[in-house]
């Protein structure tokens, strides 16, 4: 295509100021440069650096000094670079040297955890065949043809299910839950001052992981799974209960591990006795109530006779710390627990054998008071010599014969007694300088009825003083004291006004089983009674039983249910038709109450005594299988 003229003549035109441009564009930079210059008086351009001789005409030099500052710019300019350089390079062996040491730092924890696990398993090989029990399925198990049976099994993981959404939606990872105000419960709330106060621990979520996974909850016992593994720490500022700590958060992961095979419950687990071991350090290795989780620093209850242990407390630590050692291969735990038990051998038993309520850390040889009872302060000391000496399938002789011991003086001490009204209802009562401090039953003894049941029930034998545990006579005698004390306990919750049982009940002429003062007419969502209905239910098979469970869940569904927030809350005034409601959902309904209840209603076989013992908050350990 050809342009037309006109455009033809504009070519050089067009080109000629494309020209003219360029040299103004030219002339502009020398001129920006010029002021770098000076002008030599010979014409000739002068730059800075240079100079001439003194009349102007000689040949011109460098300025050495300025020569000196731009060596020192690039000299400086180089070794920046070569530092740069060289600080790449180191960085990059760090992170390869902190790669590689990571890799055997982790190749060094996998080797000592699979040692360790070789050598428990070596020395007790049972304990791991025992942990690969799997549940039945949310609706087979017990009775499978019996719908009512199935139907109230139902019911009963609804509940438990309805208690951990509450805990979990108001108070994930504090202790326990207000299900009224739907809140975490603070410090000076049920067992709040035992647990660290305001500590955040997950007392709740730890006391549930067995629960729900017995009740076939897998996206709750995940969720709880998950919490504790990875977000739960123990290195926290908060004075808790050795006792406690033991019983619930311990026996809790303890069994986890065995119910998943999951070896980070056994890490955790280790962590928190290591913080435990200080409560220990006292001349007799009678542990201190107290300890601090973080410092280590160990005290007595404020309320406890100067420097005295409680004997439930110091005697409660042999199934949980003994298993502990047992899996990590390390015999510092058992051994912490036995130099306790030992220390408590040796105070004086002026009751027919009884063992005082406390014991001097110092001396425990000397008796610091005169006290004793199978309720709050002594309970669990004696349910731990006999279910130790189950656990290790009848091994550890030393427990039986302590049992045993403790068994006749708990029969011919004093403790036990029978009431005078019409009922004739047998009873344990505390004893203080000899006799009895008055005719008043604790809720917390209620366990007797089913620790009775389970000695009568017990396979293994042990030689003591020519007395063997198994004697079809002994065993007739304790299966009926459990019966007798279980009835007991049940008359307790028929008398109330809503089917559950007071914190305490008396027997005084024509009073029997009822509470008088008005602290005793509390419901605190205890398990003791429930937990005897289970063990007589598994080795009697009495439909009773099953029966009087039921009426217990009923009540709690009625009266103790908070419709608001699915929480369940402890009762005021069980002798008033319209309880007032406390405003706490303890740790221990989820551990023990709810899983006591559930279990009564599954397979007698599910988690049976023969594999399983239940340590004192509810928590399943395996017998060791020989």
Known sequence: MRLPSASRQAIPLSRLALVTVLCISLLSLILSIAPLHSQHPGGRLHFPGEISDRHGLGPIEPDPHLLSDRAAIFAGAEADHRLALATARLRRRLMSAAAEAGALRVNAQTSQAAFSRLLAAARYPAVFRSAALSPPGPDTGADLNNATVRSMRRRLRAMLRSAWRAYWRYARGANELRPIGGAPAGPGAGDADLLGGAARLGASAIDSLDSLWMAGLTEEFSAAAEWTLNELSFDQDATVSVFEMNIRFLGGLLSAYFLTGDRRFVAKATGLASRLLPAFATPSGLLRSLVNLRTGAAADHPWAPFGCSVLAEAGSLQLEFSLLSELTGDRVYADAARRARHAIGMAPRPYGGL???????????????????????????????????????????????LFLDAARAIEHGGLLRRSTGSGKFLYLAPLKDGRPVDNRMEHLACFAGGLFALAANATPSCAAGGRQLDSERTRRRWLSIGVELTRTCREAYRRSAVGLGPEAFEFDN???????????????????????????????????????????????????????????????????????VGDLQPSYFLAETLKYLYLIFSDRDYFSSAQWVFNTEGHPLPVRQT
């Not at 406390?358 to 008796?367: E, I, M, N, Q, T």
């Not at 302060?377 to 731990?384: A, P, T, V, W």
């Not at 009674?529 to 009697?540: A, D, N, P, Q």
């Not at 009923?554 to 319209?578: H, K, M, N, P, Q």
Request: charged fraction near 25%; include cysteine.
């Open 510 to 580: 024509n009073v029997e089983a009822v509470a008088i003062r008005p602290e005793d007419k509390t419901h605190m969502l205890r398990p003791e009674t429930v937990e005897s209905y289970f063990h007589l239910w598994r080795i009697t098979g009495d439909q009773r039983y099953r029966d009087w469970a039921w009426e217990t869940v009923e009540a709690l569904e009625r009266y103790s249910r908070i419709v608001s927030t699915g929480g369940f809350a402890i009762l005021s005034d069980v002798y008033s038709a319209r309880p007032p």
């Open 355 to 401: 063992y005082p309520n406390f014991v001097h850390s110092g001396r425990p040889d000397k008796l610091a008071v005169q006290e004793a009872s199978l309720g709050s302060l002594g309970d669990s000391f004696y349910e731990y010599l006999l279910k130790e000496w189950l656990r290790t399938n009848g091994t550890d002789t030393e427990s039986c014969r």
